[in-house]
């Protein structure tokens, strides 16, 4: 059952990459032509001040959040499956899993924090920045 | 294609040997064979151990495609020796070896047991809950052709290991259940006489179950009744999926209908003919 319970959260995390990855391709990459979530039409969407209305966001922070913690549970996972390949120990198989699931945490903790501090920069530092991105964002939905 | 049925060219056959109480490693022994069309790779063999080599051993039965027991790895694809004509599959040189991912008790002939004690693990058979319907199945199950269709191909397996010795997974993990043993686990669970779901897919969603494959699909392309065990593979992740998020739809086996002979025919059938021996 454990098997199956990391399989099925592997697929949903994929399915979770594939919409807020591609998300993030459009805002970034398609920019020009869409001007999605661009709090600032006439610059483009990796200008400094686009970026700074999207750390405002509430809606972009928790995005990114979630999009890291689907890509580390991804990657991860897919990781100790090509490892497991090496018919491993079950005291080793254990032992990546659990050394696994500390690297991810770790680093879903840090990146947690760091999306919620520039949340926190952008929004606190300049409510200009915010208001125009959350009007921006209003407008647009 | 090979035009004239008369005419006869000699093949290299490049055939591996080993003996567990000489050999250190497999070694390679070539036989020059003459072949005319239409003649098997176990045609072949024979004229060498008749012929060249009598120490030569191999495994085999029915001569068919039908008993699985001359699996091999002909020209590095695993096939039946059976039923593969040599100029299907070679020109000048032919290579013949055991199946791999297996090891190999002598010369071509692998050593099966893991892979049929998977096998028998799995409960590869129709499993009733009720134990006097266990023990005495002879009665009528009513089934209909679509259910019959969705496991059909699956009984067309004859337990060659061409599956197993294809599959690149189990090349690095020999735990790893394999194709054959999976797809019979389809093969079962589909049926809807049986009542062993649970249990087999407890043990094909273990560790060292089906989501070790990759799909690399070779098991079925050398499959040489036509079986999809890959296929079968990916039901087995997709059934596993449901469970776990409860979709699944859960269906009762379905009861027996009548002892034997208790039945009634259906009218539109005609009677058969008066017995003729035991009357």
Not at chain 1, 88 to 114: D, I, N, Q, W
Not at chain 2, 75 to 104: H, M, S, Y
Not at chain 2, 136 to 156: H, N, R, S, V
Not at chain 2, 218 to 247: F, N, T, W
Request: charge should be positive.
């Amino acid at each position: 059952m454990r098997e199956t319970k990391y399989w099925t959260w592997f697929m949903a995390a994929g399915l979770l990459i594939l919409a807020l990855l591609g998300l993030h391709m459009v805002v970034m990459h398609l920019g020009s032509l869409t001007h999605l979530f661009a709090a600032h039409p006439d610059q483009p969407s990796v200008a400094q001040a686009n970026s700074q209305a999207r750390d405002a966001s509430l809606f972009f922070t928790l995005s990114y959040v979630v999009l890291l913690g689907a890509g580390l549970f991804h990657g991860l996972y897919g990781l100790r499956v090509v490892v497991f390949e090496l018919s491993l120990k079950p005291a080793a198989e254990k032992a990546l899993s659990a050394l696994l699931l500390v690297v991810g945490l770790g680093l879903f903790g840090l990146g947690t924090y760091a999306a919620f501090a520039a949340h926190g920069r952008a929004a606190g530092a300049s409510p200009a920045v915010a208001s125009v991105a959350g009007a921006s964002l209003a407008g647009r939905s | 294609m090979w035009e004239n049925v008369a005419e006869v060219r000699e093949v290299a056959f490049h055939v591996t040997r080993f003996t567990p109480e000489r050999d250190v490693k497999p070694r390679v022994q070539t036989f020059q064979v003459p072949v005319r069309a239409g003649m098997t790779v176990l045609e072949g063999l024979h004229y060498i151990k008749e012929n060249l080599d009598s120490s030569l051993v191999w495994r085999y039965s029915c001569r068919m495609g039908v008993c699985g027991s001359c699996g091999m790895l002909l020209n590095g694809r695993p096939g039946l020796a059976c039923n593969t004509q040599i100029f299907d599959i070679a020109g000048t040189d032919l290579t013949v070896g055991p199946l791999p991912n297996f090891d190999v008790v002598r010369d071509l002939i692998p050593d099966l047991v893991p892979m049929f004690s998977k096998h028998a693990g799995l409960r590869p058979h129709v499993v009733r809950e009720d134990a006097a319907d266990q023990d005495d199945p002879a009665g009528e199950y009513f089934q209909t052709p679509a259910q019959l269709e969705e496991f059909l191909q699956f009984t067309y397996c004859i337990k060659c290991a061409c599956c197993m010795a294809a599959c690149p997974t189990l090349a690095t993990d020999a735990g790893y259940l394999g194709p054959m043993p999976l797809a019979q686990v389809q093969r079962y669970n589909v049926d809807t006489r049986d009542g062993g779901r649970g249990e087999r897919l407890a043990a094909a969603g273990a560790a060292h179950g089906v989501f070790r494959c990759h799909y690399a699909g070779e098991c079925s392309r050398v499959c040489p009744k036509g079986v999809d065990p890959a296929k079968a593979i990916q039901h087995l992740k997709r059934q596993l999926v449901l469970d776990y998020l409860h979709l699944a739809r859960r269906q009762k086996p379905c009861a027996k209908q009548h002892g034997p002979g208790k039945g009634t025919r259906d009218p539109q059938i005609p009677a058969s003919p008066p017995r003729t021996i035991g009357a």
